[in-house]
């Protein structure tokens, strides 16, 4: 299975990290994705996808919001999905991207803080 094939949002998680320590599989895989998050385009680039209207959005709504190339923009989709947070489904010309769910879920569980726990 190739590294764009590996079903993520699959790979059994942890609780939060504040509460034990992540299991070093778990580890491996969640990095991949927060790796993919840590640059600003990719960040934008989720958000756009995550909180859009209908769950998906066209390359050629997400290219015209970016003052740099559309190969550059497709380097950092390419990252996206290779990390598993978002699928891609080709209609025609236009490619459409939604965001994973599963994975995105487990990455906001890994870094949930609870409040009562006193520092």
Request: include cysteine; glycine fraction near 6%.
């Amino acid at each position: 299975m190739s590294k764009s094939e590996t079903p993520l949002d699959t790979v059994p998680c942890c609780p939060p990290m504040a509460t034990t320590r992540i299991p070093a599989e778990s580890a491996v895989t969640l990095s991949q994705a927060f790796k993919a998050l840590g640059d600003p385009i990719r960040l934008q680039l989720m958000s756009m996808i995550a909180s859009a209207e209908g769950g998906e959005i066209c390359v050629c709504d997400l290219t015209p919001a970016f003052e740099i190339s559309g190969p550059t923009i497709s380097h950092h989709l390419k990252v996206l999905r290779e990390a598993g947070l978002v699928d891609a489904e080709r209609r025609a010309s236009w490619v459409y991207y939604r965001a994973r769910p599963g994975l995105m879920r487990q990455l906001a569980t890994l870094l949930t803080v609870d409040e009562t726990v006193s520092a």
